[in-house]
Every structure is written in structure tokens, then in C-alpha cells.
């Protein structure tokens, strides 16, 4: 798809929907977050590497540890993002991206422009919401 696209497009609702311009423009976001989240994973290994000494004080010590926990935790949840952003890729090269997967209705552009990744319309997650609730309640 190699369509020109002006960087000020933003989809909108008088559209038809998931049309090229639309699919290339989610195609660009979720490509741009994907490569964000790379850059970072590697600037936190680097630093990781770099700061491997052991601080002398014991409190600047628990101080380095709670840091570099933090940072692995922090890394463990964008590789996981990455993978539902890999997974968003391959919806909209198999053409189901931006359909709910439960109902196959439209997600929506407001939806979908803040949470490329999703895969339910807003009343489906709800209602997984509610039954997660549910569930926990019990």
C-alpha cells in the first residue's frame, strides 16, 4: 500500500469506513507506537548494562533495585503491548482490523484512534467488563 498520505489526515465519520486511507493511517500509528516502544526497550538494556555495579551504600543499593524492577516491569508490559500491537498489524493485513471481534460491527473511529489496539467494540467490552465483575465478585 503505497498510497501518499499527508500527515494532518485524521479519519473521519462521512468516510466510508476502513478505507484504504483509513487502514494506512492505522497502519502508520501502530507502526510509529511499535518503533517508540522498541527505541525505549533498548535505551533500558543499555542503561541496564551500563549500570551494573553495586551501589557501596545499602540504601542507595535498595534505592538501584526498586529503580531496575521497576524499569523490568515496565518493559515486561510494553512487550506485551507489543504483541497486541503485532497482533493489530496482522488484522489489518488478514482485512478484520477495526471490527469487533466479538460482533463484527464497526469499532469506531473515536475508539480506534485512542486504542489502535482494540479488538472490541465499546458495548463488547462492557459487557466483558461486567462479566469479569461478575466473576470476581462471586
Not at 11 to 19: A, C, K, V
Not at 42 to 52: N, R, V, W
Amino acid at each position: 500500500m503505497a498510497q501518499s498520505l499527508d500527515t494532518e489526515y485524521r479519519p473521519t465519520e462521512d468516510e466510508p469506513y476502513m478505507n484504504p486511507r483509513q487502514v494506512e493511517y492505522f497502519r502508520r500509528k501502530l507502526l510509529a507506537w511499535r518503533d517508540e516502544l522498541v527505541r525505549g526497550s533498548g535505551l533500558t538494556l543499555k542503561q541496564l548494562q551500563e549500570d551494573d555495579s553495586r551501589p557501596a551504600d545499602a540504601s542507595d543499593w535498595a534505592s538501584s533495585e526498586v529503580q531496575r524492577a521497576f524499569e523490568l516491569k515496565t518493559r515486561d508490559r510494553e512487550r506485551k503491548l507489543l504483541a497486541k500491537i503485532q497482533a493489530a498489524l496482522q488484522r489489518i493485513e488478514d482485512g478484520s482490523y477495526g471490527y469487533c471481534e466479538e460482533t463484527q460491527e464497526p469499532i469506531g473511529l473515536k475508539r480506534l484512534d485512542a486504542r489502535p489496539i482494540a479488538t472490541l467494540s465499546i458495548e463488547a467490552q462492557e459487557r466483558h467488563e461486567r462479566r469479569e465483575r461478575s466473576y470476581r465478585d462471586d
